[in-house]
T-cell receptor, first 112, second 112 residues
Framework: DGGITQSPKYLFRKEGQNVTLSCEQN?????MYWYRQDPGQGLRLIYY???????QKGDIAEGYSVSREKKESFPLTVTSAQKNPTAFYLC???????????FGPGTRLTVT | QQQVKQSPQSLIVQKGGISIINCAYE??????FPWYQQFPGKGPALLIA?????SEKKEGRFTISFNKSAKQFSLHIMDSQPGDSATYFC???????????FGKGTSLLVTP
């Protein structure tokens, strides 16, 4: 099965702890993205990577970090500096040229 | 700053009716306008997309109308069905699919 996997589906953390969300794709896509979704806010871009070992900040990168050491993997770390980390996090990938972004099933992070 | 504005926020349509969702954008350099459908707890999935050199695109019961001069585009769902009940997002991007800018979403409920 080709696609994007995100794990875990639900994640609970205490305030002050860093947490890493996993995103893996076997679509051989060059570009990968992280979005955050809050009720009534749509999807907001956190970070994106168009090629291995390179990534750019999106609109709301503060308090987050990423790495892109392998083409198929793009993990997102939510640090303790993120003021409101509780949200639904979506990973996506995109091939070169025009076309759709494919989304994973998401990880719901709850920080208390 | 929201680059894509979407309305209405929520919509209730009777089965068999037409659902219409509207989006407006400011950046005339956008060159790719997709619509995504999202069911609760799932990642968004591409429904239909259009480029600015086309005024209308139809796929089954779904039609995008695009008005370049007004910087607006809309999604029409003909013969709406209860299974269409979901959240719909419009989006726009530069460079044909990279770094999508999403509207805030429309929650559609189709009543039997």
């Amino acid at each position: 099965d080709g696609g994007i996997t995100q794990s875990p589906k639900y994640l609970f953390r205490k305030e002050g702890q860093n947490v890493t969300l996993s995103c893996e794709q076997n679509l051989n896509h060059d570009a990968m993205y992280w979005y955050r979704q809050d009720p009534g806010q749509g999807l907001r871009l956190i970070y994106y990577s168009q090629i291995v070992n390179d990534f750019q900040k999106g609109d709301i990168a503060e308090g987050y970090s990423v790495s892109r050491e392998k083409k198929e993997s793009f993990p997102l770390t939510v640090t303790s500096a993120q003021k409101n980390p509780t949200a639904f996090y979506l990973c996506a990938s995109h091939d070169r040229g025009p076309g759709e972004q494919y989304f994973g099933p998401g990880t719901r992070l709850t920080v208390t | 700053q929201q680059q894509v504005k979407q309305s209405p926020q929520s919509l209730i349509v009777q089965k068999g009716g037409i659902s219409i969702i509207n989006c407006a954008y400011e950046n005339t350099a956008f060159d790719y306008f997709p619509w995504y459908q999202q069911f609760p707890g799932k990642g968004p999935a591409l429904l239909i997309a259009i480029r600015p050199d086309v005024s209308e695109k139809k796929e089954g019961r779904f039609t995008i109308s695009f008005n370049k001069s007004a910087k607006q585009f809309s999604l029409h769902i003909m013969d709406s069905q209860p299974g269409d009940s979901a959240t719909y997002f419009c989006a726009a991007s530069l460079n044909s699919g990279y770094a999508l800018n999403f509207g805030k979403g429309t929650s559609l409920l189709v009543t039997p």
